[in-house]
């Protein structure tokens, strides 16, 4: 079983940044790909950004291109999401989520509680 445990969020005005962490426990840390996911008042959730396990392939939605940064520390089972410049419109709850390499599939099979974001203008 994998279990994800998201933190950092918090309010922040536009132009501000915040760190997100989620982090993972799971023996096998290093056969899983991590995503963030966020989910804003009355909308679905959207893909956010997503890492590969060993951190070499990083994709980005591109409403935060050049403005967020996925990471992880295969070392301290932890994934980081670096938003900077940010915006009202990226006012959401944000989730973590995970899949192992071996799945099949590019469904995110384990989530996190999600952690809340807020962006004042």
């Known amino acids: 079983q994998v279990q994800l445990v998201e933190s950092g969020g918090g309010l922040v005005q536009a132009g501000g940044s915040l760190r997100l962490s989620c982090a993972v426990s799971?023996?096998?840390?290093?056969?899983?790909?991590m995503g963030w996911f966020r989910q804003a008042p009355g909308k679905e959730r959207e893909f956010v950004t997503g890492?590969?396990?060993?951190?070499?392939?990083?994709n980005y939605a591109d409403s935060v291109k050049g403005r967020f940064t996925i990471s992880r520390d295969n070392a301290k089972n932890t994934v980081y999401l670096q938003m900077n410049s940010l915006q009202p419109e990226d006012t959401a709850v944000y989730y973590c989520?995970?899949?192992?390499?071996?799945?099949?599939?590019?469904?995110?099979?384990?989530w996190g509680q999600g952690t809340q974001v807020t962006v004042s203008s």
């Open positions: 989520a995970a899949r192992y390499i071996y799945s099949g599939t590019d469904e995110y099979d384990y």
């Open positions: 799971t023996r096998t840390f290093s056969s899983i790909d």
């Open positions: 890492i590969s396990w060993s951190g070499g392939r990083t």
